[in-house]
């Protein structure tokens, strides 16, 4: 969610109000605007949001 609200400037309470799968299309959205405006050297392309794994918890 801090992911959206960060790029779009959203509050909490309105990105809350998305269902799910809008709150995924936004992610694929901004992560290709991304992807698009700042290409890595290495592959051509940063990493979607998407694509990154979730961290272990300790």
Excluded: T
Aim: a positive charge; charged letters at 35%; aromatic letters at 10%.
């Amino acid at each position: 969610m801090s992911f959206i609200s960060y790029y779009f400037h959203w509050s909490e309470e309105e990105v809350l109000k998305l269902e799910h799968v809008s709150r995924r299309r936004w992610c694929s959205e901004i992560s290709r605007i991304n992807q698009n405006l700042n290409p890595s050297k290495e592959e051509g392309k940063e990493k979607s949001i998407l694509d990154m794994k979730p961290l272990g918890r300790a």
